[in-house]
């Protein structure tokens, strides 16, 4: 991970041993539903088709391609706030729990967050801008198709894990049946640590490429937040655990501690963007230069 002067330096204790037992998991999300019904949800045949075709789709060959393109950083020159904005109307096809503007999301996890652990700023901030990188669907950054920029990620170019959502899908991807990429291991080896990795292509590593050379002040396990958010087989099942090193399992605290406020605090109950938004633009000024390459 990138050292940088001035780095925030996360608070020592911070984390609750079983990461945090502040935040309430709500009974159901904002359709009155389970959360993260994959069989039942209002949203099913959008949710179900986005992820048909990001796991039809996403090869090994087309991340390692695509991400070679976006690590050009030549899409945009902005501030963080000017590429919140632009997702003021944009909907995640591929969440069954919310049907809101992203902002809304955004804005959501980061207050709740905000409200557990007042002193960590910079978590409160990694909250707000951990989906930014959906900017990838808009015409300036490429007009890229939804299963190229939202839904859960996985490792590729290694054996698929059990858990991955519709999996029965994969089965049409090219590297199903590939020799080179359907063992544990595949390209990789034991311990050689996720940010050797690479994963499935979309918003949050996207995001990670663009934080790595913005010269941001926020910590390292923010960096590891904004990746892995959506490496659900690692949060919720416990998976890739032969591919991780020591600074990975450290992180992953927090990641973990991330992974509750992002899948459940979705709500109908819009955040006034108007009020909040002093505060977070305050944090914008502290952790980022006023404009970076997107």
């Known amino acids: 991970m990138i050292a940088v002067e001035n780095q925030a330096v996360v608070s020592e204790n911070a984390i609750p041993k079983e990461a945090s037992d502040e935040f309430t998991v709500p009974e159901s999300n904002a359709f009155g539903q389970s959360f993260r019904d994959y069989e039942g949800s209002v949203r099913l045949s959008i949710v179900e088709n986005c992820y048909r075709l990001h796991h039809i789709n996403q090869t090994y060959d087309f991340v390692k391609r695509t991400r070679e393109e976006y690590a050009k950083l030549n899409k945009a020159e902005m501030s963080i706030w000017e590429a919140i904005e632009l997702l003021d109307d944009f909907v995640d096809e591929s969440d069954p729990d919310l049907d809101e503007p992203q902002i809304q999301h955004m804005l959501q996890t980061a207050e709740a967050i905000r409200k557990d652990y007042p002193n960590e700023d910079w978590l409160h901030l990694t909250a707000l801008i951990h989906d930014v990188g959906k900017v990838l669907y808009f015409p300036q950054f490429g007009s890229l198709p939804q299963w190229a920029v939202v839904g859960d990620t996985f490792i590729v170019g290694c054996a698929y894990d059990k ?62 937040i904004i990746r892995y958010h959506s490496l659900h087989p690692m949060h919720l099942e416990g998976g890739y655990q032969y591919l991780m090193n020591d600074e990975d399992r450290e992180n992953l605290k927090w990641s973990k501690l991330f992974c509750k406020y992002d899948l459940y605090s979705k709500s109908k109950v819009h955040i006034d963007v108007e009020k909040v938004k002093p505060y977070y633009e305050s944090l914008i000024k502290k952790y980022f230069p006023e404009k970076i390459r997107w």
């Open 163 to 224: 858990s991955i959502v519709y999996r029965k899908y994969l089965e049409e991807n090219p590297d199903y049946n590939s020799p080179a990429y359907n063992t544990k291991l595949g390209v990789y080896s034991e311990g050689c640590g996720l940010e050797n990795v690479l994963l499935t292509w979309g918003h949050d590593d996207y995001m990670y490429l663009v934080l790595k050379a913005s010269e941001t002040t926020l910590p390292p396990a923010a960096l590891f």
